[in-house]
């Protein structure tokens, strides 16, 4: 079982930002392993969206409603995914969650949610206005 541990989420007025962290530090891996690590979303009452991913060679990318607002980063040596949350709208509100698998992405599966082995508790993000 993979230790996860999210940080960053919070309550947020329109239009401010907010960094959310995934730390998998207690994981180990050889650093040559494909993965796809990404960033979910899940709104009450809706279903868990795919909001962001970073593939093995540091490739991005994001949902439409996202585009030039949030930024997806890694760093391999703290095992560690970030999301830079900008120009934040209260339709954001929602419970975000990290995942990854340990396969190269795949433009064609990059929001299949059964592709991702590994998931985060979740962190919750308030978007007031």
């Known amino acids: 079982q993979v230790q996860q541990a999210e940080s960053g989420g919070g309550s947020v007025e329109a239009g401010g930002s907010l960094r959310l962290s995934c730390a998998a530090s207690?994981?180990?891996?050889?650093?040559?392993?494909?993965?796809?690590m990404g960033w979910f979303r899940q709104a009450p009452g809706k279903e868990r969206e795919g909001v962001a991913v970073i593939g093995t060679d540091g490739t991005t990318r994001y949902t439409d409603s996202v585009k030039g607002r949030f930024t997806i980063s890694k760093d391999n040596a703290k095992k560690t995914l970030y999301l830079q949350m900008n120009s934040l709208e209260p339709e954001d509100t929602a419970m975000y969650f990290c995942?990854?698998?340990?396969?190269?992405?795949?433009?064609?599966?990059?929001?299949?949610?059964?592709?991702?082995?590994?998931w985060g508790q979740g962190t919750q993000v308030t978007v007031f206005s």
């Open positions: 207690r994981y180990t891996y050889p650093i040559y392993t494909s993965i796809c």
């Open positions: 995942a990854w698998h340990f396969q190269p992405c795949a433009d064609s599966t990059l929001w299949d949610r059964s592709r991702y082995n590994y």
